[in-house]
């Protein structure tokens, strides 16, 4: 009996921790290479180091395509993107070399849910 029992905590423990691989790549919210549609969260802009921002502990990639707005969508050079600053971030999905950001949206402070929404009510972002 007890040798049954041994035996059988393995293939439970595998279950286990496959089960919990799963779990945690559902709650990525898409942040794996490959996912299509485009990432949206704010942050703190952490660091720069050349074309790569840090946000919310995350290195996002700026392109020539990267659209640098203030929060009222008036385009401003990518000089101002510096630490500390609060961010809303529109990326592109993760590739080799990185995830590049699509859009990024300077702001003063924390936006609430509701602020988030209007920002992106416009159809233009939705791409």
């Known amino acids: 009996m007890t040798i049954r029992r041994r035996r059988t905590r393995l293939p439970v423990l595998i279950a286990a921790i ?20 485009p990432l949206r969260f704010q942050g703190l802009l952490m660091d720069r180091h050349g074309q790569t921002l840090i946000i919310n502990e995350r290195p996002l990639l700026l392109t020539k395509e990267t659209r640098v707005l203030m929060g009222n969508k008036t385009p401003v050079s990518d ?37 988030i929404v209007a920002l992106f009510s416009d159809a233009s972002e939705s791409r």
């Open 18 to 37: 496959i089960a919990a691989m799963g779990s945690a790549w559902l709650m990525s919210g898409g942040a794996f290479a490959g996912d299509d549609p």
């Open 79 to 115: 000089t101002l993107l510096v630490p500390p600053h609060w961010v809303v971030v529109v990326a592109g999905p993760a590739t080799s070399a990185g995830q590049p950001i699509k859009t990024i949206y300077l702001f003063p402070r924390k936006l609430n849910g509701a602020e």
